[in-house]
Each structure stands twice: as structure tokens, then as C-alpha cells.
């Protein structure tokens, strides 16, 4: 793993999961089966050319550094991208530079592919490597073991431990040699070094046993490493292949998905998931969307509704239209962003990536000092120095360190994205259980964003029924929450509405017209005061209900306020349940609104937020969120819109209700794929599970090396210990870390 590093043009890199490279029989990675065919093709730039070029062979860190040492030498070489679930390599190169960038990636033994428009996916796919070497050589090592202990001839035990090490070994010495070649001392070239000298020491049947050993290592961690390999690619299984299309002539045909156009009338039948994301056209049902947003309970659907690719048709079958290709669905964007998030290195990962290129280096010139210093100056067995310097070169393999941090991290954003929370990086996964403020906007978040009428109250000798009629037609015209909400129940009640004439909005104030000759006003409470129509009796029960939370807005005629209708947006219940939640972390709240402060305050007062701010404008919701991070880290709530400069600014942005939003999925940091505030305090419980997972894997694998370290330098310690060791600890960070996919 030495020599693996943090790149300035590796923010885009995807999935880097640490492991020995496997290039060995049977544990060829199949995380390529699963690549979309709409992968990138060569495109110009400003600069050069943006080539992406498949290598089947490059599945981990051991292959991604020896190519961007190689490439890094190359000064028509201007930028690259590792893709390594994908294994795509994108590089941005001069114009007439390809030829000397597949050049260099074919030194290091590798077959790259430059990727074209329309290559189906499948072809990625590489062919399985045959089991019988590996099996050849596992007998050929016990057999050399048993002429040992059985006394037999030395020269057969040399023969049997020369099989095993030629049946599985090739592909390390030659991957070794390679690295060895470019200044590299990945796991490859330290294990070609030790079983070399093992057999120049003629330790045959250690030799043949350590690289037996250290093949059906690679081959466990390879099928580990596969389940948070394909913890995200595994969502991509969510959408069925084929939907059921409506053809020219009216009739319905099982059509591949991929080929689905936009605007197509597709049938789904009670049971089946849905293939595309669209808008129901005919037809009700229950549909279960819990594969993308955690709900426990299906939602209702009818004619008008938004349906999501691979979500489930719980009950009654119904026609949709489709409203996004499939490589544009809701669930492809989460998956392409969670692909993207596994590329952003969290900074316990970036440590340990440092860590390990100084420490392999380090282990190595040890194990050089003990071969030699020992023998040289203390008058040491030289056999036995060399042989404890090399159980010392298979101790510095800083595999299990390595692999710890991305396996865990990569669990940690599949668990998430499971439950319907989008994290789009390792960063913020590891940043979350740090959050001291919460910042949250009012309307849907806190609040359904769906005002209701809550009281009518006539102030004049009127009519009811003509008030509420007259309230009605004046509201009907308009497309504000406020003045929907008094039509709403007028229609829910059965008013009738009048025609309006001379019709007219007033920003920031209401409406007015003409209606059977004589002209009429809705409007808030500034309204009324420009109309002079205030009373001292009034302004106490405007008081009175807004600090309930309530908005007013009244009908004014040509001399007087004939009624007004108290409107009231209705506070979540999971709203109550999450700020308690919260509380119980230690996560202090705040809500920031454009309501007045009344109204902020009697929210902030039902749910429990600590604090409340009305007349905020989004300038000073960047403010608050500001002062706020003087205290610690910040979170803002908000729908990734109007809340852009607070979600910009705080160390956390959380979007709201961002299934099929485009914009909440691409520009928030977390992405709440319904509006259950609830899924905030999992995140958090997430992000502090995942830490001290982290430090669990850094403390096993450090551990495990240095108590083999002390046995070897106390002479106790020998070279197929040393792979167990190595072995046991990347076993056992890569089990702790898959755990989070569990919970």
C-alpha cells in the first residue's frame, strides 16, 4: 500500500476499498458486472482531452498508485480520476497524448480500454481465474511440511515448495517486480522479497506455506471486501429491467427499461416494483418506498402523484407517465452520488493513507538494520537475523490499517442511504457526531408547509355566508399558501365563489377586486393599516393569535374589516419526536424564519427548539448560522433552495424531502430523501458509531503488528505467524466494519 496518496484531481475518485491486489485464482472482483452503461466517453476541454479508460486489473490502491506514479511522470498528463468500483481511470491529457498514456498503464502490465459511446455494460466483466493452481500449490506446501517433519530427502521438500510458490506465486513476483521496478513497496514486492529469501535461506516448506497462505488471504478479503463493494451497486437491483409499455397501436409490451422514452404510458400491476420514475395517470395505490426513503409505511398514491423507480406497488394497479430517463431516476442519482461520496476521502482516511507510506518505509529499513546491524556488529547468526528481518517485511504490510478506514466508511453511507439518508461524503459521515447547533427552517421542515384555516370570526354586521363567499372568490385567484388555505375550506364547506372583476395582487399584502359592483380586499394585517381599517380591539386580537403561530388575513370593504380567517401551518409529529431525540444527543436547536417572531416563537414552543428567529431573510439566516459556529460545528435544515446561503455556509447542509429534487440531491451535503426530521439524530447516532468503529480498527490493526513485532525481535515469532497475523487483523477490521450494514 505504500505509495498510495491523496491527489489534487482525486475528489471525483469513487469506492476506495484497500485490499491486496487480487489478481489470483478465484477472487477476480465482479464489481464490474454491475457498471451502467452510460459511462463517460472521451470528451474535449478548454485544456485537452477527458479520456476514461477501463483496466480491469485495477481494483484497489496497490494498482491506483503504481498508475498515478506512472502517469505522474508524464507532463501531457494534466489531471485523473479513479473510479475504482467502476475500475475507470479518466484522465485529462494533451490532444495527442492517448497513445503515451496507454503506453505507460501497458508497462505496468496492464490492459487499458478506452471506453466509446454504447459499449453495453456487460463487457466489463472479467473472466473468472481458474481454482485448480491455487489448490495444486495448497497440497504441494502440506506435502513439503510433511517431508520435513517425516525426515525425507531436503531436495523433494525444495521440489514440492517450488511447485506451490510457480502454481500461485507468478502473479505476486510478477506484480512485485513491477512495483519494485517504479520505487514502490506495496504488499506484491514485500511478499516476493520475503518468500525469496525463505527460499535462499532454504526455508522450503515455510516459503511454499507463506505464499499458499498469503494467496487464500487475498482471496478471503477479496469475498469480504466484495459485500461493501457491492453495498451500493446492490441498489442498483432495486429498478427491474423490463416495464410494461404502452406501444403506438394500444397495446402493452415488456419493454427493457433503458429504453423507456420519457413521456411513455407504463402499467404497473399490484406487487411489482416500479421501473422509471413518473407521475401516476390513471388508477390509485398504496406504494411501499421504503427502499429509498426508510418510510415503514407505504404512501398513498393517486392520478397527479410522483412515483419513483424502484419502489414497490403495494395494492391496486394503476398507469404512469414517465418523467425521467432511466439513468436519470431518482435512485440512479442516489446512486451515482454515494458512488462519487466513497471517492472523498474522510480525514481518518486521509491520516491513515499518510500513515502508511511512512510506516511501510520505515518497517522496511528496520527489517534491513536487523539483517545486517545484528550479524555485522554483535556477531550475530546471519541466518537467523535475515530470516527475523524477513517475518519483519510481511509484518509491514499496512493492509489491515488500510483497508480499515474505507470499508468502514463505505458501510457507513450504504447503511445511510438504506435508511433513506443521502451522505455525499465519508467527510460528513465522520463530521456529523461533532454537531453542537441545528438550524432548521420552519415551513416543511418543522411544519407539514401546508397552511390550514383554523378560525373564521366575523367582525361586522355581515353575513357569514356572504363573507366567507366573498373571502372565497378573492382567495380562488390567488397562488399564495396563505390565500389557498381560506379557499381550500371554503371548498371543503361547499362556498360557492362569485366572479371577480378588476382583480389585483398586492406584494407583501393580500388582494383586492370587484365583485357584484363593490370592491373588496384580503389581506394581512399592513393591509388593513394602509387602508385605515385597524381598531385598538383589533390589533389585540391579531396579538392574541399570532402569538398562537397563527397567520391572519381579513376581508375588508369600502368602509370596514367585515371578517378574518386565521391560518395555521400544522407542526409535524416526527417534528416533536426529533428535537427530543436531539436534545437526548446533546445537539442544541434553533429555528430560523421569514414568519414574524410571534409566530416562530409559538412554533419553536410546540416542538421544543431551544431557540426561535422570525423576519429572518436568507442573508440573516447566513448570519445566524454564522454566530452560531462560533460555539462549534453548525447543521441547517432547510429545502436547498431558499436556505442556500445557510446550507452553504454551515458545516453540515441538510435538504429536506429531497426524493426526485435534483437540486437537494446535488447540492446538499446530506439529503433526507422524505421530510421525516427523524432520519437527523439516525445520522448523527451513525456518524458516532461509525468514529468509534474507526478507532476500533486503527487500535486492532496497530496492536495485532506490535505485539508481532516484540514476539519477532524476541525470536518467537516466525514467517507464516506473521501472515496469520496480517491475515487475522484485515479479517477482523473488515468484519468490524461491515457491522454497520447490519445494524
Known amino acids: 500500500m505504500a505509495g498510495c496518496c491523496d491527489h489534487p484531481h482525486d475528489k471525483k475518485s469513487t ?95 496492464f490492459q487499458p480500454e478506452v471506453l466509446t459511446a454504447g459499449r453495453p455494460a456487460e463487457q466489463a466483466v472479467e473472466p473468472p481465474k481458474p481454482w485448480w493452481p491455487l489448490a495444486l500449490a495448497g497440497a504441494a506446501a502440506v506435502s513439503a511440511e510433511a517431508v520435513g517433519w517425516l525426515g525425507l530427502p531436503e531436495w523433494l521438500a525444495a ?93 402493452w409490451r415488456d419493454t427493457v427499461a433503458a429504453e423507456v422514452t420519457v413521456g411513455s404510458l407504463v402499467r404497473v400491476k399490484p406487487g411489482e416494483r416500479i421501473g422509471l420514475d413518473g407521475t401516476i395517470f390513471q388508477g390509485r ?53 454515494v458512488e462519487e461520496a466513497q471517492g472523498a476521502k474522510a480525514p481518518t482516511q486521509r491520516f491513515v493513507d499518510q500513515f502508511a507510506r511512512v510506516y511501510t518505509p520505515i518497517v522496511f529499513a528496520t527489517a534491513l538494520l536487523v539483517a545486517v546491524v545484528p550479524p555485522l556488529l554483535l556477531n550475530g547468526n546471519w541466518h537467523d537475523w535475515i530470516y527475523k528481518a524477513l517475518v519483519l517485511l510481511v509484518i509491514a504490510c499496512p493492509c489491515a490499517l488500510v483497508i480499515s478506514t474505507p470499508v468502514t466508511i463505505v458501510s457507513g453511507l450504504a447503511a445511510a442511504a438504506r435508511r433513506g439518508i443521502l451522505i455525499k461524503g465519508g467527510v460528513y459521515l465522520e463530521e456529523g457526531r461533532k454537531l453542537v447547533w441545528l438550524a432548521l427552517d420552519k415551513t416543511g421542515t418543522v411544519t407539514h408547509g401546508k397552511p390550514v384555516q383554523t378560525e373564521f370570526e366575523l367582525r361586522a354586521e355581515a353575513d357569514t355566508a356572504l363573507c366567507r363567499r366573498l373571502a372565497a372568490s378573492l382567495a380562488g385567484r390567488s397562488d399564495h399558501p396563505v390565500s389557498r388555505a381560506v379557499a381550500q375550506a ?80 400544522t407542526v409535524k409529529d416526527s417534528s416533536r419526536a426529533a428535537i427530543a431525540e436531539l436534545h437526548q444527543l446533546g445537539v442544541k436547536t434553533v429555528m430560523l424564519t421569514g414568519d414574524n417572531p410571534h409566530t416562530a416563537q409559538a412554533i419553536a414552543g410546540q416542538v421544543g427548539i431551544d431557540q426561535s428567529r422570525g423576519n429572518q431573510l436568507p442573508e440573516d439566516k447566513l448570519k445566524a448560522v454564522e454566530a452560531f459556529a462560533t460555539e462549534g460545528p453548525v447543521g441547517m435544515v432547510g429545502d436547498g433552495i431558499n436556505d442556500a446561503p445557510a446550507l452553504a455556509r454551515a458545516d453540515i447542509g441538510f435538504a429536506m424531502g429531497a426524493m426526485g429534487t435534483d437540486t437537494a440531491i446535488e447540492t446538499a451535503d446530506v439529503a433526507l430523501m422524505d421530510d421525516d426530521l427523524r432520519k437527523i439524530p439516525v445520522f448523527i447516532r451513525l456518524s458516532r458509531t461509525t468514529h468509534a468503529v474507526l478507532v476500533q480498527n486503527i487500535v486492532l490493526a496497530l496492536g495485532i503488528k506490535a505485539v508481532f513485532l516484540v514476539l519477532t525481535l524476541m525470536g518467537l515469532g516466525s514467517m507464516w505467524m506473521a501472515v496469520f497475523a496480517d491475515v487475522g487483523a484485515s479479517l477482523l477490521v473488515v468484519g468490524n466494519g461491515l457491522r454497520l450494514l447490519r445494524k
Not at 499458499?212 to 469475498?223: D, G, P, Q, S
Not at 411501499?288 to 395494492?315: C, H, M, Y
Open 159 to 251: 521440489a514440492l515448495a517450488l511447485l506451490a510458490v510457480v502454481s500461485c506465486g507468478l502473479t505476486t513476483y510478477r506484480k512485485g517486480w513491477v512495483a519494485l521496478r517504479h520505487g514502490n513497496l506495496n504488499i506484491n514486492a514485500l511478499m516476493s522479497i520475503a518468500v525469496t529469501g525463505a527460499l535462499l535461506l532454504r526455508q522450503w516448506p515455510e516459503a511454499a506455506m507463506v505464499m499458499v497462505l498469503f494467496t487464500v488471504a487475498e482471496l478471503i478479503e477479496a469475498k469480504s471486501l466484495d459485500r461493501a463493494r457491492h453495498a451500493i451497486s446492490s441498489l442498483m437491483k432495486l429498478a427491474p429491467e423490463t416495464a410494461t409499455v404502452q406501444q403506438a397501436d394500444g397495446t
Open 15 to 109: 469506492h476506495e476499498v484497500h485490499h491486496h491486489g487480487h489478481d489470483h485464482p478465484g477472487a477476480s472482483c465482479d464489481s464490474a458486472s454491475t457498471v451502467r452503461a452510460d459511462l463517460p466517453v472521451p470528451e474535449p476541454m478548454v485544456d485537452g482531452m477527458r479520456t476514461p479508460i477501463r483496466i480491469l486489473q485495477m481494483d484497489c490502491p496497490t494498482e491506483e498508485a503504481l498508475i498515478r506514479q506512472a502517469l505522474g511522470r508524464l507532463p501531457s498528463v494534466k489531471g485523473m480520476e479513479f473510479n475504482l468500483m467502476q475500475r475507470v481511470l479518466t484522465v485529462v491529457h494533451a490532444p495527442d497524448a492517448l497513445d503515451t498514456v496507454l503506453q505507460a498503464v501497458r508497462s505496468l502490465g
Open 285 to 337: 395505490s398504496a406504494v411501499n418506498q421504503a427502499p429509498i426513503t426508510g418510510e415503514s409505511l407505504p404512501v398513498d398514491k393517486a392520478p397527479g402523484d410522483a412515483v419513483f423507480a424502484g419502489t414497490i406497488n403495494a395494492s391496486g394497479a394503476f398507469d404512469y407517465r414517465v418523467t425521467a430517463a432511466a439513468s436519470n431516476t431518482t435512485l440512479a442519482r442516489i446512486i451515482h452520488a
Open 490 to 569: 371554503a371548498d371543503r364547506d361547499g362556498v360557492t365563489r362569485e366572479s371577480v372583476e378588476a382583480f389585483e395582487a398586492l406584494p407583501g399584502r393580500g388582494v383586492r377586486g370587484v365583485i357584484g359592483g363593490k370592491a373588496y380586499s384580503l389581506g394581512n394585517h399592513r393591509l388593513v393599516h394602509e387602508l385605515d381599517r385597524c381598531s385598538p380591539e383589533l390589533e389585540v386580537r391579531l396579538d392574541t393569535l399570532e402569538r398562537q403561530g397563527k397567520t391572519v388575513v381579513m376581508l375588508v370593504d369600502d368602509r370596514q374589516v367585515l371578517a378574518l380567517f386565521a391560518v395555521a401551518d
